[in-house]
């Protein structure tokens, strides 16, 4: 078995899942640019079980024309022979370009996708144009159920599609909360943080809701005046400036901590000194950093319109899950964490870390190994004239 894995560029959690890949079966890993126009990750080297191409020394790729992308894909696929290919999403000028190979080819490509079906507005043209796109798979890899859910009513099998996509590398998180709690006061002491507090880490942009995660908070204070509880946002973005005047007009200077956007090396720290997780984005397939957190052995409050929420959080067990718009149940819930004794706290994350063991990057590699196999049984898709003008077509439009 020879696996090529396609994605836009290799953050950290790409590399961990493909180096899963890499342990099971020869694996070519193609990254389309060489830095993210969105995120500030740092570019990660530690690949160790797969060859590693890059098509473009660029940022970001939505400015590359499909051709030079086509092109350049081409050649690494035509050099490598994989038997399965694997393609992020059905919605950008590289995958479009995969899946037209793979086609040509008669090779089975692999759709890898984290949409469900409530995750952004749906209408029935583009419903229907994505069915006859979803057609051009031999089989799938996603998240979860709802993520399997969805893609079933794409049209795709059930029996071709694999779990374990929306992995993170748990036994990084984890050993390095463990070590950051050995130095607890000293690493606090150096990095400013407060003795607890709840950590929030995302993107500084509207579907993250942190306006309503800051109401939230603020109506907690209301309620607990003498908790010593503070809030820490990892994260930057162009809401910044709104944000530290949503803080500033709930008097909550002294209680919200920005230390800014923080690397993939300095997260375990941030998340192994905190006592509880929030994510409540209005809307989002997964949500990763959840991933991170309960690697790292913590409580957390997550939104249901976040994908990970029904595959990741057991009301009750490891957290709380909560509507994105309901401040006062967020502050509930808030409420309910820094109630709890600090044995309490343990024992919720430590069932955090038992739930997100079944979400690493060995079943990404597994699941990936799982699908290429459905999608060789299957066979290839049929590349007939019409799928070649959908995909020239669709090509057009990203």
């Given amino acids: ?103 040509a080819k008669k090779i089975p490509a692999v759709v890898m996708s984290e949409s469900t079906a409530g995750d952004a507005a749906r209408s029935g043209w583009k419903e229907s144009l994505k069915r006859q796109i979803v057609g051009c798979f031999s089989s799938g890899l996603v998240g979860g159920e709802p993520q399997r859910q969805y893609l079933t009513s794409l049209g795709m099998r059930p029996d071709v599609i694999s779990l374990g996509y929306n992995a993170v590398d748990n036994e990084y998180f984890e050993a390095g909360a463990i070590a950051a709690r050995e130095q607890e006061a000293a690493l606090k002491a150096r990095l400013g943080l407060p003795s607890r507090y709840l950590l929030a880490s995302a993107r500084f942009i509207e579907i993250k809701n942190l306006i309503g995660l800051l109401d939230a908070y603020g109506m907690f204070r209301q309620r607990h005046p003498a908790s010593s509880l503070k809030l820490v946002l990892l994260g930057d973005g162009p809401l910044r400036a709104e944000i530290e005047a949503k803080i500033s007009g709930l008097g909550l200077e002294n209680e919200v901590l920005l230390p800014g956007f923080k690397q993939y090396g300095e997260l375990p720290v941030f998340y192994g000194l905190a006592e509880a997780f929030v994510h409540v984005s209005r809307i989002e397939p997964w949500g990763l950093v959840v991933n991170e957190a309960m690697g790292a052995g913590l409580p957390v ?98």
């Fill in 1 to 103: 078995m020879k696996i090529a894995v396609l994605f836009d560029m290799f953050g950290p959690y790409h590399v961990a899942r493909i180096n899963a890949v890499g342990k099971q079966c020869e694996t070519l890993g193609i990254e389309v640019a060489a830095r993210s126009a969105i995120y500030q990750w740092d570019r990660v080297e530690t690949v160790t079980t797969f060859e590693r191409r890059t098509l473009f020394d660029v940022s970001g790729s939505s400015q590359l024309a499909f051709s030079d992308i086509a092109g350049r894909l081409t050649a690494q696929l035509e050099t490598f022979a994989p038997n399965a290919v694997l393609v992020p999403g059905w919605a950008s000028k590289a995958a479009f370009a995969a899946l037209r190979w793979s086609l």
């Fill in 301 to 398: 409050i997550v939104s249901r319109t976040c994908g990970c929420a029904a595959n990741l959080v057991v009301d009750g067990r490891n957290g709380y899950i909560v509507d994105y718009d309901d401040i006062s149940g967020i502050a509930d819930a808030i409420g309910r964490l820094d109630m709890a004794s600090p044995d309490e706290r343990r024992a919720l994350g430590r069932q955090s870390q038992e739930i997100v063991r079944q979400y690493g990057p060995e079943q990404f590699g597994k699941g990936a190994v799982a699908a290429a196999e459905a999608g060789l049984r299957r066979g290839p898709v049929a590349n007939g004239l019409g799928r070649r003008i959908l995909l020239a077509n669709a090509s057009r439009m990203v």
